[in-house]
């Protein structure tokens, strides 16, 4: 198991996290996923289940995690109805002059550490997957 250091209030793994893209959002479950070139892979996902509030941009870079403040966290109370146990905020480079501040309030948050293959590979190793939209050559 990797040691990891405290974000605002998320655990996140020790490594080079600096490039991050939405790799899913449905009603169900949102998923962001790091890496240092998301090019050809990604090793950490932030899986959020049931998110009841999103905003955030489809891709940004290095992310500053951070306790939310009680505004934001009265903010999604009142547009959600209720409170929700997971509300992770950030302030993150969306490629504009400031950086863009996100804020996802969530049922639930899985952190997965494993190495995630955005191109086909017929032998993939033991602790690594290949991304949902990889299929193979034809």
């Known amino acids: 198991?990797?040691?990891?250091?405290?974000d605002g209030g998320i655990r996140l793994p020790e490594g080079n996290?600096?490039?991050?893209?939405?790799?899913?959002?449905?009603?169900?479950?949102?998923?962001?996923?790091?890496g240092w070139d998301?090019?050809?892979h990604h090793g950490l996902e932030l899986v959020f289940d049931d998110p009841g509030f999103v905003s955030c941009p489809a891709a940004f870079q290095d992310p500053v995690f951070r306790g939310p403040t009680s505004e934001e966290r009265?903010?999604?109370a009142r547009q959600l109805g209720e409170e929700l146990p997971v509300v992770v905020a950030f302030e993150a480079d969306a490629g504009g002059r400031e950086p863009v501040?996100?804020?996802?309030a969530a049922e639930r948050l899985e952190i997965?550490?494993?190495?995630?293959?955005?191109?086909?590979r017929d032998d993939v190793a033991p602790g690594q997957?290949?991304?949902p939209w990889v299929r193979p050559p034809k």
Request: proline share 2%; aromatic share 16%.
């Open 1 to 6: 198991m990797d040691r990891g250091h405290q």
């Open 17 to 34: 996290w600096w490039d991050w893209d939405v790799i899913a959002w449905d009603p169900g479950r949102l998923c962001l996923a790091a």
């Open 38 to 40: 998301l090019a050809y």
């Open 74 to 76: 009265a903010r999604v």
């Open 101 to 104: 501040s996100c804020l996802v």
């Open 112 to 120: 997965v550490h494993e190495t995630v293959l955005r191109y086909w």
């Open 129 to 131: 997957r290949l991304a």
